[in-house]
């Protein structure tokens, strides 16, 4: 077999890997030291212009490892676009140990590579592996504050439950290999319709083991609880890489494994999937009300936003999958924003208590728009991006007759708005207990900028990202 | 053709835009600038009514292109006799209220930028017949609210905008629900109110799907209007807010809800309408009863005009009750004259508070002797209120109640007690404020200002030349509603 077209099916990743040695070496020489971010930054938009050429190739590369499906071609761009971001972010992120600096922007770029991975994989056994590849190197980054306790602690906590779970996970593959006798996702599903002999129950467990890991991955309850304190205790652009990445991952794994794949099996996938899902945005928002510190009320707000997304799972529609897959992109411009937010704040005031935000109008006006415009497009307020993203689910539940789950997503954006409004209260109507100046550096204000036009625009012109999604699912 | 109805909802949007791009030194330019703004939207709308064909019942004006076609939303927008009165009644008020924001000194900037980003979201929600294009529009209205409240507001400031947001936006989720299912259900699919409309009449909705999906909507226009028991975000809203909030909270937003009535519910869900006509009814006459007797135990002002909106409203909802076009008439017209006299009235209380720091009745006494042309517009804009014939207020009741006797005699005599109650609370506070000996911590204050005289001379002369010639505004209005009479199967 000729691999040439398999090889150019990964061109991306093998840029991604170049410059990623790059990084790593570059740190050695004390002139290149200051400049691997940008360094960094060349790699992620040289890597994108390889993305075209990926998604030419055939539908299968490495021997039906990897597939060019529609949920490879978006979730790949997905990734892509949020590496670029967290790239920029970090640069602007002044509490990185700077003699470290090739390490980090090195792991940064090798879990995006390991995350596009993962979603094109078709093979089970692929994606156990690219998805403890993801795992490895998050502990590494959750635990990076080597100084900092609460980054240690992240780190350690993050690796127990996530070591747990993907164990769960590949037990569930190993049933699943002896029941069919091949990982090949393809065979699998084509035997799920026509085997007799294959006991559904026996199917039904290895399914919901390996639901466990992926579960893990996106953090849904009752899958959720090292999310707050790893999005604490990491360093900000990681937890920004942590929110959008791995949910990435998840949702792709699971629109592929289940909704296109285990769902025709089992009757009460949908109805599992509805009740996790509900379960989780409840959870996240209730638990999201009471917390004080900005980085963990992200982290209930991110819980809460998977539990939206596997909302648009259980409808098992390709209009609940198109669904899930624009919420995801624009979840991930908005939570990148309020993050570079949150970083641009925390490197004048060192703090992320919220009731610290106090008046931060003042003497930030950019930066506290900007957090306001990301906030409320969480909550999901027209005319922003978040608000169609989350009217397409609805949209969704609502044609499969799912009034439940949508009125359930309604009622949750509520709670949801208390919390988010919160922050915008402390920083725009109350007066600033102490007067800071903010530093601003380039790389963090440019992506902050385009992160908001591009939230503005969506809300008011969803046109060309809906327009590309739905050609893509046509074509599957 | 020139897209006079766009130009409504973007002029305020441009007008915010120049201000947000001033530099912060020529801040105090940013009124001027939202003064134009909202002058010009005023002139377009004052031409908007002239243009207007009084005898045609049907949308006018109407401007309709694809806005995202994967969705099916239509950028459709169309004035009809429901809602050019509404229309006239923003602009008019987004003019006054700016012209009486000149007692905000602090972050002018963006006080402007948002006062007409609100402009924007109300003229666009009472313009909108998408329902998507609607919702957008109802919720955009929403932040600048947050904000105006919370920035510029009384000492609980806080706590009402919060309030405020949350009430409205947990009624519009639901809303929100309710479109997409109205969506699905009809063939081919569409949000369009028009062609909702049309389906309904040919059956689309079955009964017990028309009383759920009426009931997804009438929550949040009952959360807005506000009908009781959803009414308590009302008070706090209003009293805590500026006053050229206050004005536009009750004179515009609250319409917002019985416009939404008019517009989605009861020609989209005729049956699901009728079969709550006695719930409209009695919560109405709860609204008349309650508000008013809230109203007289007050000792704030402001806090008892804000319950006074809370009794008015509840003609609204008598006359929709009354599914007869003298009712319907008169539930349109009390919401045009509330906006004109409860905006003067909040006006009103601004001018007292801006020269006392308080607004406890108790603290002034005698005001007639001190401030004679106050105390002529205060005696006016109340016995309008009370709605005494010969001022607009009345015929708007009056119709409500007639219309609502033909079905609901005893329910429309209960609320004619809420009627004494209001006589007697404003005469109360007329009584406290103005006449009696001079109290001496007012010997200072001076009379209305010519620019207050300005903000408050038009809606009275509204409100009188209403009262003896009510046609002038029925006219525009009765083609329309007969139409969507017709529609819910009534002749009139």
Known sequence: ?476 | MFPVLSSLIFLPLLGALAILFLPREREDLSRPCALITTGTVLAVSAALIFGFDRTAPGMQFAERSLWIPQLNVWYFLGVDGISIGLVFLTALLGFLACLASNEIRDRLKEYYVLYLLLMAGMLGTFLALDLVLFYVFWEVVLIPMYFLIGIWGGPRKEYAAIKFFLYTLAGSVVMLVGILIAYFTTKPHTFNMLELAAAASNGAFDPQLQMWLFLAFYLAFAIKIPVFPFHTWLPDAHVEAPTPISVLLAGVLLKMGGYGIFRICLPIFPQGSASFATAFAVLGVINIVYGAGVAMAQSDFKKMIAYSSVSHMGFVMLGFASMNSIGFNGALLEMFNHGIITGAMFLLVGVLYKRAHTREMDKFGGLSAQTPLYAFFLTICSLASLGLPGLSGFVGEFLSLMGAYQGFPVITALSLFGLIVTAGYFLFMIQRVLLGPLNPDCRYYKDVSPLETLTLAPLVIIFVVVGFWPALVLDLQKPTLGMLLSLLGVTS
């Open chain 1, 1 to 476: 077999m000729n691999l040439n077209p398999s090889l150019n099916f990964i061109s991306p990743e093998m840029v991604l890997t170049l410059f990623a040695m790059l990084a790593l070496f570059g740190s050695v020489s004390s002139r290149l030291k200051h400049s691997i971010g940008l360094l960094s930054f060349m790699g992620v938009a040289a890597s994108a212009v390889f993305l075209p050429l990926s998604f030419r190739c055939g539908q299968f590369s490495f021997y039906g490892m990897l597939i060019n499906d529609p949920f490879s071609v978006f979730f790949r761009s997905i990734l892509i676009v949020a590496s670029a971001f967290t790239i920029l972010l970090s640069m602007g992120y002044s509490e990185r140990e700077e003699e470290n600096g090739g390490e980090f922007y090195f792991f940064i770029l090798a879990l995006t590579v390991s995350m596009m991975l993962a979603v094109s994989s078709s093979n089970l056994l692929m994606i156990y592996l690219a998805v403890e590849a993801v795992s490895l190197i998050s502990y590494i980054l959750a635990g990076y504050h080597k100084k900092n306790p609460f980054s240690s602690e992240a780190g350690v906590k993050y690796f127990l439950f996530g070591a747990f779970s993907t164990g769960v996970m590949l037990y569930g593959i190993s049933l699943i290999y002896g029941l069919f006798g091949t990982l090949d996702l393809g065979v699998i599903f084509r035997g799920l319709t026509t085997a007799s002999y294959v006991d559904p129950a026996a199917v039904l467990v290895a399914a919901l083991l390996i639901l466990v890991g992926i579960g893990f991955k996106s953090a849904v309850v009752p899958f959720h609880m090292w999310a707050p304190d790893v999005y604490q205790g990491a360093p900000t652009p990681v937890t920004a890489l942590f929110s959008v990445g791995p949910k990435a991952v998840g949702f792709a794994l699971l629109l592929r494994v289940f909704t296109f794949g285990f769902h025709s099996a089992f009757t009460h996938w949908g109805t599992l999937a509805g009740f996790l899902a509900i379960l989780t945005m409840t959870v996240g928002n209730v638990l999201a009300l009471r917390q004080s510190n900005i980085k963990r009320i992200l982290a209930f707000s991110s819980i809460a936003h998977a539990g939206y997304l596997l909302a648009g799972v259980a409808v098992g529609t390709v209009a609940g999958a198109q669904a899930v897959m624009y919420y995801l992109f624009i979840y991930t411009l908005m939570n990148l924003a309020a993050f570079g937010a949150v970083i641009a704040i925390g490197n004048a005031l060192h703090s992320e208590t919220v009731e610290d935000y106090a008046g931060l109008y003042r003497q930030a006006p950019f930066t506290a728009v900007i957090l306001t415009v990301a906030l409320l497009s969480l909550a999901g307020i027209p005319p922003l991006a978040g608000f169609i993203a989350k009217f397409l689910l609805l949209s969704a539940a609502v044609e499969s007759d799912l009034v439940t789950l949508a009125v359930a997503i309604s009622l949750n954006s509520v709670i949801a708005l208390y919390y988010y409004v919160r922050i915008v209260k402390y920083m725009f109507l109350h007066e600033p207990a102490k007067s800071t100046t903010m530093p601003t550096t380039t790389s963090l204000s440019l992506a902050l900028v385009v992160l908001t036009i591009a939230i503005f625009i969506l809300g008011v012109w969803p046109q060309p990202v809906l327009g590309w999604l739905s050609g893509l699912l046509r074509l599957s």
